[in-house]
């Protein structure tokens, strides 16, 4: 018997294939021949999707050495550098970083270094390290920071010790043949008279401080002050300030102006060398003209005690007057044309500032020098004295302002933020806040007793010729400027609270009367112009009858 055609018959890929019965053995059977076992088919591959091909990440191979070895590294800095290429402007930019933390270092190790003073002292040591004594055009100050810079490097290379070894192996065999030999000390021995002034200094700032702090203790712990009300006050009186009186005080640009101690009279200086007297408060006679310096006059300025002015020119002078035209004293010795000039607190002494790159204390009795003062590394232009008269401050071309005590001399602060020349400084009657102005239009406030800038002020749109605060207790402050503008600046917030705007040129100086009820500017326009408050009397009157019911 044949077997049924439909068991051969073959089944799909995709159908279920489900295992055949079990078949007992044919041959025990009769009648049946053996039948070969069924034997599926095979399945054919189930279709798949196609996919990317896999990226496989790159295998990095250690480097291998002559002798076959890899070569292993314990820092990942170097298998960094192996494998992986930096960029141009990251290398730029790393390269950067370091060079300012290496000119950081630098400045931090000049600041420590012992470097002469004296020039030939320098010019000894840089011949000593095989530098050029001297460059092209550079000065004393600028040599001796040469110096510096180089020191400071060879410090921290390391080479510092074996430089001043072989220093000294040089200059024994010298000891040996010089009979004297020359030491130059780290300062300057001054005359007697510049000590017994130190000393007179020193009593009567001791007495002015004593005062001043004794005035602050009251006015913080008596109830019967009400230091807000008074401050807004006098910004109230300054916010209503209008121009008053405008009048032309030269054929030439005026430079400066200054009030007498009472405010009866008004000085002013011009290009032309000739310093006018003006009688207040309309400016319109004058009282004396001062004719005798033969260039230009830069400054004036009333004594805060007698009844006496200075002024400075371009002639490399400065002359004592009367304030009825009498030549007093002239001061000579500067090398160059003065800037500033300022009297000192007692009204016995008086401090000029040049573009010889030094700023002098004077003898306005005698007429004699009693110091020169060197430390700007370029010309010094403005200078200012404490209210209690231990401590001057000078400003120069060289963007620093730095602070002086007189009863020492030595400087004991330097204040650096500005980035361009500082032109003037000013005390607070505090004693302890500065102002600076200068070529940067910003006006900086400077803490003595925290040593850094406390405000900066963009002050206005061009420099800042002079700053100036109100002589009583500081409650507002004044800059002129060369953008034709004056504007009065809170003492408390520094807050702008007035801008003066009349002139038609740069102003050049302006100065306060002591009551603070008027400001003088002068002009490059040649005019002079008084500010005054536009309150009315009456209404300052009830002002002050309420507040005596208040208390």
Avoid at 229 to 235: G, N, P, Q, R, V
Wanted: proline share 6%; net charge negative.
């Amino acid at each position: 018997m044949e077997p049924n055609k439909e068991d051969n018959v073959s089944l799909p890929a995709t159908a279920q294939i489900t295992a055949p019965p079990i078949l007992q053995d044919a041959a025990s059977q009769p009648g049946f021949s053996a039948i070969p076992p069924v034997v599926p088919p095979p399945m054919a591959p189930i279709p798949m999707m196609p996919h990317p091909p896999v990226a496989r990440p790159p295998t990095f191979k250690p480097p291998v050495s002559q002798n076959g070895r890899a070569k292993t590294s314990d820092s990942d800095s170097e298998s960094d550098d192996e494998h992986f290429e930096i960029s141009e402007e990251s290398r730029q930019v790393r390269e950067r970083q370091e060079k300012a933390l290496q000119d950081l270092l630098v400045k931090r190790r000049a600041a420590a270094m012992a470097v002469p003073t004296n020039d030939k002292a320098v010019r000894d040591r840089l011949r000593r390290l095989g530098q050029p004594i001297t460059l092209f055009g550079e000065q004393e100050m600028e040599r001796r920071a040469r110096l510096t810079q180089l020191l400071a490097r060879l410090d921290m290379d390391g080479q510092l010790d074996k430089l001043l070894i072989a220093q000294e192996e040089d200059v024994a065999p010298k000891e040996e043949v010089d009979d004297e030999v020359l030491e130059y000390p780290f300062f300057t021995e001054g005359p007697k008279e510049l000590r017994e002034a130190r000393i007179e200094i020193a009593k009567f700032s001791v007495k002015r401080a004593a005062v001043r702090i004794q005035r602050a203790k009251r006015r913080r712990d008596d109830p019967d002050e009400d230091m807000d009300a008074e401050t807004k006050w006098a910004l109230k009186h300054a916010k209503n300030m209008v121009l008053d009186c405008s009048n032309f005080g030269d054929d030439r640009p005026l430079t400066g102006c200054s009030f007498s101690r009472d405010g009866k009279i008004l000085a002013t200086c011009s290009l032309s060398g000739v310093t006018k007297l003006w009688e207040m408060p309309q400016v319109t006679n004058t009282i004396a003209v001062l004719k005798d310096h033969k260039e230009r006059a830069t400054d004036v300025v009333f004594s805060p005690v007698d009844d006496c002015l200075a002024t400075a020119s371009a002639d490399r002078t400065a002359k004592l007057w009367k304030t009825d035209g009498t030549l007093l004293q002239t001061f000579e010795g500067h090398l160059d044309r003065l800037a500033r000039v300022a009297f000192h607190p007692s009204g016995k002494y008086l401090g000029t500032t040049s573009f010889d790159k030094t700023w002098r204390l004077w003898d306005i009795n005698t007429g004699a020098e009693l110091l020169l003062q060197e430390g700007h590394s370029r010309s010094v232009y403005g200078i200012a004295f404490q209210q209690d008269g231990a401590l001057a401050a000078s400003s120069g071309l060289d963007s620093l302002a730095r602070v002086w005590d007189l009863r020492t001399g030595r400087s004991i602060l330097v204040f650096q933020g500005h980035i361009k020349p500082v032109l003037s400084v000013n005390f607070s009657p505090n004693g302890y806040h500065l102002a600076s102005g200068g070529e940067d239009n910003q006006c900086r406030i400077w803490d003595l007793r925290m040593r850094k800038s406390l405000y900066i002020i963009p002050a206005h749109a061009n420099l800042v010729s002079q700053v100036k605060y109100e002589p009583q207790e500081g409650y507002f402050l004044a800059t002129a400027s060369y953008d034709m503008k004056v504007n009065i600046w809170s003492g408390r917030d520094f807050s702008l609270v007035k801008s003066l705007a009349g002139h038609e040129s740069k102003v050049a100086s302006l100065d306060i009367t002591a009551d603070s009820l008027c400001i003088a500017t002068v002009s490059h326009d040649r005019t002079i112009k008084l500010w005054t408050s536009s309150g009315n009397d009456e209404d300052e009157e009830k002002e002050k009858e309420t507040m005596d019911i208040d208390l």
